[in-house]
């Protein structure tokens, strides 16, 4: 009788197990099924999953594997939920930034008063939120680098995005034993421009503004498209070359690069626009002197004015366009500090960036436009560079 109870036990708890992996099989089936994954038309690095419940963010590496997930939920609804490392009540009250870029989605948005902690406060270009990190509302937490751990732990934001540099490991290891949900925005590590503003379809979930991020979004990719169609009708493709020389090496944008593609879109002739780097090109001066030296146009020297570019290196002079003086840099919007809105707002705006190399290049293209992030580079400047 012991025996036979035995073994009816172990067949009812074979049963009540069997039941259980279908019931959870079945319920993660529900899950998948009720998930509507957003299309993203340029983006490869994050991804949105919506449910009538909740919001997956996923967000990857370059090599495709997934870096971290957040859950946005309403109500702090726990039944059913898939995993992630984070789940956070919808929509946050309470933001902290560690790069220029994530301000400039968040006032894209509407949302900078969300912004309680920031890195790098003194580089900031917004008006708004000078006054507030003046007033004390926002908290600096240091910078990716280096950050403010005490500071952040004390502001307890309901979510820190940070810039997804590897480096910054332990500080995410810290915020998440702390509690502190952290999503990194590796935006930069797209190859293509409008995937990087399309990042603030990402934004946009933790503020429950996700219509408004699609209707800029659109707007903004129809303005850079009209202005590359228009860019192909000119004749005249005039060379061109950016960056400059830093430690003996010269960072030059690959052909399948953001910024590559937009130089082609401008309608200039690049010289790597044939390569196929996805990233930076490696050089030394001298293959820059050898195969650019006569280009018509430079654009982005790490330099405020001519006086500056002449004494970095004695092999400058040789260049056309510092000759001609056709050298320009996205340093007209400048802070009191030297530090300037491209790399804030900028991310927002790929189709004033594109339009102001296009009225650079080609002046007919746009009568009576004044370039909004770039300038010709004066003789002198009263601004310093931080090297």
Same mark, same amino acid.
């Given at each position: 009788?012991?025996?036979?109870?035995?073994?009816?036990?172990?067949?009812?708890?074979?049963?009540?197990?069997?039941?259980?992996?279908?019931?959870?099989?079945?319920?993660?089936?529900?899950?998948?099924?009720?998930?509507?994954?957003?299309?993203?038309?340029?983006?490869?690095?994050?991804?949105?999953?919506?449910?009538? +419940? $909740?919001?997956?963010?996923?967000?990857? *590496? %370059?090599? @495709?594997?997934?870096?971290?997930? /957040?859950?946005?939920? &309403?109500?702090?609804?726990?039944?059913?939920?898939?995993?992630?490392?984070?789940?956070?009540?919808?929509?946050?009250?309470?933001?902290?930034?560690?790069?220029?870029?994530?301000?400039?989605?968040?006032?894209?948005?509407?949302?900078?008063?969300?912004?309680?902690?920031?890195?790098?406060?003194?580089?900031?270009?917004?008006?708004?939120?000078?006054?507030?990190?003046?007033?004390?509302?926002?908290?600096?937490?240091?910078?990716?680098?280096?950050?403010?751990?005490?500071?952040?732990?004390?502001?307890?934001?309901?979510?820190?995005?940070?810039?997804?540099?590897?480096? +910054? $490991?332990?500080?995410?290891?810290?915020? *998440? %034993?702390? @509690?502190?949900?952290?999503?990194? /925005?590796?935006?930069? &590590?797209?190859?293509?421009?409008?995937?990087?503003?399309?990042?603030?379809?990402?934004?946009?979930?933790?503020?429950?503004?996700?219509?408004?991020?699609?209707?800029?979004?659109?707007?903004?990719?129809?303005?850079?498209?009209?202005?590359?169609?228009?860019?192909?009708?000119?004749?005249?493709?005039?060379?061109?070359?950016?960056?400059?020389?830093?430690?003996?090496?010269?960072?030059?944008?690959?052909?399948?690069?953001?910024?590559?593609?937009?130089?082609?879109?401008?309608?200039?002739?690049?010289?790597?626009?044939?390569?196929?780097?996805?990233?930076?090109?490696?050089?030394?001066?001298?293959?820059?002197?050898?195969?650019?030296?006569?280009?018509?146009?430079?654009?982005?020297?790490?330099?405020?004015?001519?006086?500056?570019?002449?004494?970095?290196?004695?092999?400058?002079?040789?260049?056309?366009?510092?000759?001609?003086?056709?050298?320009?840099?996205?340093?007209?919007?400048?802070?009191?500090?030297?530090?300037?809105?491209?790399?804030?707002?900028?991310?927002?705006?790929?189709?004033?960036?594109?339009?102001?190399?296009?009225?650079?290049?080609?002046?007919?293209?746009?009568?009576?436009?004044?370039?909004?992030?770039?300038?010709?580079?004066?003789?002198?400047?009263?601004?310093?560079?931080?090297?």
């Amino acid at each position: 009788m012991n025996l036979k109870k035995h073994k009816m036990k172990k067949i009812l708890i074979f049963l009540f197990v069997l039941t259980t992996i279908i019931s959870c099989g079945n319920n993660q089936n529900k899950t998948k099924k009720d998930l509507n994954t957003k299309n993203l038309d340029y983006a490869r690095l994050f991804q949105i999953d919506n449910n009538k +419940n $909740y919001t997956l963010i996923t967000t990857r *590496k %370059k090599d @495709g594997t997934v870096y971290n997930k /957040i859950l946005l939920v &309403k109500n702090e609804i726990k039944k059913d939920l898939p995993k992630a490392d984070f789940i956070i009540n919808k929509p946050v009250k309470s933001i902290g930034v560690l790069s220029s870029t994530h301000i400039g989605f968040l006032v894209a948005l509407n949302s900078e008063n969300l912004i309680t902690g920031c890195a790098n406060p003194h580089r900031i270009y917004n008006k708004q939120l000078q006054s507030r990190i003046k007033n004390g509302s926002i908290v600096n937490i240091g910078d990716d680098m280096k950050c403010n751990i005490e500071s952040m732990i004390s502001l307890k934001p309901d979510v820190i995005f940070t810039t997804g540099f590897e480096y +910054n $490991y332990n500080t995410k290891k810290i915020l *998440k %034993k702390a @509690g502190i949900p952290f999503i990194p /925005i590796s935006e930069w &590590k797209e190859s293509n421009i409008l995937g990087r503003t399309e990042w603030v379809k990402l934004f946009a979930a933790f503020v429950n503004k996700q219509k408004l991020a699609d209707s800029i979004f659109k707007e903004t990719t129809s303005r850079y498209n009209r202005y590359k169609k228009l860019a192909k009708t000119f004749k005249n493709k005039p060379t061109i070359m950016w960056g400059s020389n830093f430690k003996g090496t010269w960072y030059m944008p690959g052909g399948k690069s953001y910024i590559g593609q937009m130089l082609v879109d401008a309608g200039s002739n690049y010289y790597f626009s044939k390569d196929t780097t996805k990233g930076s090109i490696q050089l030394n001066i001298e293959n820059v002197i050898e195969n650019m030296q006569d280009a018509d146009f430079w654009l982005a020297p790490s330099a405020y004015s001519i006086s500056e570019i002449k004494k970095q290196d004695k092999h400058y002079h040789i260049f056309k366009s510092l000759k001609t003086r056709n050298v320009f840099n996205y340093d007209k919007r400048m802070n009191k500090n030297g530090f300037n809105d491209y790399w804030e707002s900028g991310i927002m705006h790929p189709d004033i960036i594109l339009k102001d190399i296009i009225h650079i290049l080609h002046p007919e293209a746009f009568k009576n436009y004044n370039t909004f992030y770039f300038r010709k580079i004066p003789e002198t400047s009263k601004y310093k560079r931080e090297y």
